[in-house]
């Protein structure tokens, strides 16, 4: 279950080719747009075939940049709804206790940081031209469809863990005061940050998925990855609406630091609270685990925040995970369905079991 394709082989398959033959942000022209889709999906291949077998350096060195034939995903709001039914266990991961309450500390987040972001950009869409508008638009719609979800899915958590709710009452404050407080120049920066962030747990995230979330509660792992895709998904929107609105260097700086910071110091806290709540505290397991994934995410994140911070940079430049991009593929909109996560592979075929609101 969950296990990666061998190095080597495509994730899409011919699947991959078909997808891609059909998109339409690729040219008129059926040979070029065949042409490009192989070039894409040999990069999609080539990126899983070195995560597979990833060395230091190389990873980066080789995969961090995409080609610009990449640079085409335009977000899509998915209006998915997750339930939970009154079984659910907020410690979802019987078997990595631990990544649940990371995990749901992230998720606390969301109800606070996405809403400021996204009143950030709506204050901005004036600034903006036409498409840029119309994909900021997209972006704001993806960012509360994220905090709703997440939003159900916390009352669950603090429910069962009541201290977080000071955890909340001090973001609520953060946002607030930030929104209030400063410039539209830096709330506006702040969303870029944010979203490097996302994006890089993305990548992390794929390269271990089966670790991650093979024996974990299906919905709200795929809570967790569909919010993750979509992230992926939209990963150049801040980016553009920021240079088109602002573009301050200093701005963008602080913006970047502020909102890395305020990330990481949220999750911990929340984390540390979570721990104790579970009984994880004294487990030295737990620990070690914690400890593996804050140093494997630094070394993603940390090349990933100093080439967003170079003058030439574009976060397009930044090449997608794979498989959360096949995955969104699966997306019914009549439906408004979404396979939930069981282990396999991307493919939207055979029928598996689908959230439908
Ligand atoms: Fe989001
Ligand atoms: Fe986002």
Not at 45 to 66: F, K, M, Q
Not at 93 to 118: D, K, Q, T
Not at 200 to 206: F, I
Request: charged fraction near 20%.
């Amino acid at each position: 279950m969950g296990s990666y394709p061998e190095a080597g082989s495509n994730p899409g398959g011919n699947d991959c080719l078909v997808k891609r033959r059909l998109a339409a942000p690729y040219p008129s022209d059926s040979s070029e747009a065949l042409e490009q889709s192989q070039i894409l999906c040999a990069d999609e291949a080539r990126v899983a075939d070195s995560r597979s077998n990833p060395r230091i350096g190389e990873y980066y060195l080789s995969n961090l940049t995409n080609p610009p034939m990449c640079h085409v995903m335009s977000p899509i709001v998915r209006s998915v709804t997750f339930r939970f039914d009154a079984s659910f266990e907020p410690s979802w991961h019987p078997r990595l206790p631990e990544f649940a309450c990371v995990a749901n500390s992230v998720s606390l987040i969301m109800p606070y940081a996405e809403p400021y972001i996204a009143r950030s950009v709506r204050q901005a869409l004036p600034l903006l031209g036409e498409d840029l508008r119309e994909e900021a638009k997209a972006y704001i719609g993806q960012e509360m469809q994220h905090q709703a979800q997440h939003r159900k899915f916390n009352d669950l958590v603090v429910g069962q863990s009541p201290r977080l709710s000071r955890v909340e009452r001090a973001m609520a404050w953060t946002f607030r005061h930030l929104e209030t407080h400063r410039s539209l120049s830096f709330n506006l920066a702040f969303a870029p940050g944010f979203e490097t962030l996302a994006y890089t747990g993305a990548r992390w995230t794929e390269k271990q998925l089966g670790h991650l979330f093979d024996d974990a509660d299906p919905v709200a792992s795929s809570l967790f990855l569909w919010h993750l895709a979509e992230e992926v998904e939209h990963k150049n929107v801040a980016y553009d609406v920021f240079h088109a609105a602002s573009g301050k260097k200093l701005s963008y700086l602080t913006g970047m630091l502020s909102s890395t910071l305020m990330l990481i110091f949220f999750t911990w806290w929340s984390t540390w609270i979570l721990l104790f709540d579970q009984r994880q505290l004294l487990r030295p397991a737990a620990h070690w685990h914690l400890f593996l994934w804050s140093f494997g995410f630094a070394f993603d994140l940390f090349p990933a925040l100093f080439v967003s911070i170079m003058p030439s940079h574009h976060p397009s430049d930044l090449a997608d995970p794979t498989w959360f991009r096949l995955w969104l593929e699966c997306y019914d909109p009549k439906s408004r369905s979404i396979p939930l996560w069981n282990g396999s592979q991307p493919v939207c075929e055979p029928a598996r079991p689908c959230l439908v609101e």
